[in-house]
């Protein structure tokens, strides 16, 4: 199973950026789907968004559509998490996680629990 390290957090301004990093290690990228989940004070977990490393397919959650971008690096075995446009409502904590490719797809992955196991995550603060 894959395990990852979430960096590239920090604290902007509304309307900045950040880009996001979840670097893997145990395997390579390609037979698994990677998600985004983030996590606000005092909120349930929430996916964002989710890559299927394999085919390149993506998923967004509403709440970040035209503001956030999914990519992966299969030779870094990184996938990243462009952020624009940064809302208050976008701080929280980010994680990333994966489940096989073979077993569930995008839409499925960000939107349903995941039992697996949880990085410590990197910390995002949106604030004036």
């Known amino acids: 199973q894959l395990q990852f390290v979430e960096s590239g957090g920090g604290s902007v301004q509304p309307g900045g950026s950040l880009r996001l990093s979840c670097r893997a290690s145990g395997g390579t990228l390609d037979p698994y789907v990677i998600g985004w989940f983030r996590q606000a004070p005092g909120k349930a977990r929430e996916g964002v968004s989710c890559?299927?490393?394999?085919?390149?397919?993506?998923y967004y959650a509403d709440s970040v559509k035209g503001r956030f971008t999914i990519s992966r690096d299969s030779a870094k075995n990184v996938v990243y998490l462009q952020m624009n446009s940064l809302k208050p409502e976008d701080t929280g904590v980010y994680y990333c996680?994966?489940?096989?490719?073979?077993?569930?797809?995008?839409?499925?992955?960000?939107?349903?629990?995941?039992?697996?196991?949880w990085g410590q995550g990197t910390q995002v603060a949106v604030s004036a």
């Open positions: 996680a994966a489940d096989r490719a073979a077993e569930i797809t995008v839409e499925p992955m960000c939107v349903m629990p995941y039992y697996g196991t």
């Open positions: 890559i299927n490393s394999s085919d390149g397919s993506t």
